[in-house]
């Protein structure tokens, strides 16, 4: 299939997916989450894909939601119904991917912000450039962590650097994403796909089929209960985004100043 804003490569058994928006930092627009979204689910189809990397074109990986979207503009001046269609994307795009069927190995280079890393920490493993950080902004901007990533989140790091990487909107460098969880592998950058390639060989090697069962078990095990906890968390972003906090901290980002927050 041929994609606007991914790039497909596919060799044998391994599948390249490259965010491809070098012209805004690979920002996630509705278009690419929907690719996002039908990729991920176009594995579910072919036993034969056992492995697929994620990675960003031009040496990096996301800067998150794209806010000038078009699409994105529902948020504040569409009906309930299309903006709750628009908010259930990122959810429902992040599910596609934890569930592929193949192992799933994300390359990170550069900066992954918001949604990024709600989608590598969806992946099973992420690699990281020296250079490459994390960072949720979404408290920034008057927003709730959204896109069912908090259990996700609180699997790989715990109750208190959870709270710490959300609610700070902190950077976190690779070094520290290692030390907690969030990464397998920090090498030098530039070289995250290679890296990438090389776990992606050893898994190869491996047998598929208690492979694959291994991944849907520690899933179902470990994610047991996520979705009764978080099933709310789209429409309380859906409610954020009336708030006047929001509207504060979205004007604030692109006036490039401090928001003053109300509490409103």
């Known amino acids: 299939m041929k994609y606007h804003d991914l790039l ?5 058994a391994l599948v390249r997916v490259v965010l491809n928006r070098p012209g805004s930092i690979n920002t996630l627009s509705a278009r690419m989450l929907k690719e996002l979204k039908d990729v991920a689910m176009s594995f579910q189809d072919d036993p ?7 990675t960003g074109a031009s040496g990096k990986f996301t800067a ?5 979207d078009p ?7 569409g009906t309930m119904s299309e903006r709750r269609e628009l908010v259930i994307l990122g959810p429902e795009t992040c599910r596609a ?5 193949p192992l799933t190995i994300a390359a990170i280079e550069g900066l992954c912000l918001g949604g990024g890393v709600s989608l590598v920490i969806s992946c099973d493993f992420r690699i990281m450039g020296q250079s490459a950080f994390m960072r949720i902004p979404e408290v920034e ?24 990487m959300i609610i700070l909107c902190e950077s976190v460098p690779a070094e520290k994403c290692l030390a907690w969880g969030l990464a397998e592998q920090v090498v030098p950058d530039g070289s995250t796909v290679e890296a990438a390639q090389a776990m992606a060989e050893k898994i190869l090697e491996k ?4 492979v694959s ?14 979705r009764t906890g978080i099933y709310m968390d789209a429409d309380q972003f859906l409610l954020t985004t009336y708030s006047e906090d929001h509207k504060e901290g979205a004007t604030a980002f692109f006036e490039k100043r401090k928001p003053r927050f109300k509490g409103r």
């Open 8 to 12: 497909i490569e596919r060799d044998g």
């Open 213 to 226: 069962m291994t991944k849907q078990a520690v899933l179902n095990i470990s994610g047991a209960l996520d």
């Open 64 to 68: 998150g939601m794209d806010l000038k």
């Open 97 to 101: 991917w934890e569930e592929a069927r």
């Open 71 to 77: 699409e994105a503009r529902k948020l504040s001046s």
């Open 207 to 210: 047998p598929p089929i208690p």
């Open 48 to 54: 034969d894909i056992r492995v697929v990397i994620l």
């Open 141 to 164: 901007l008057g927003l709730n962590y959204s896109w069912g990533s908090i259990p996700r989140l609180l699997h790989l790091v715990g109750p208190a650097k959870t709270k710490e």
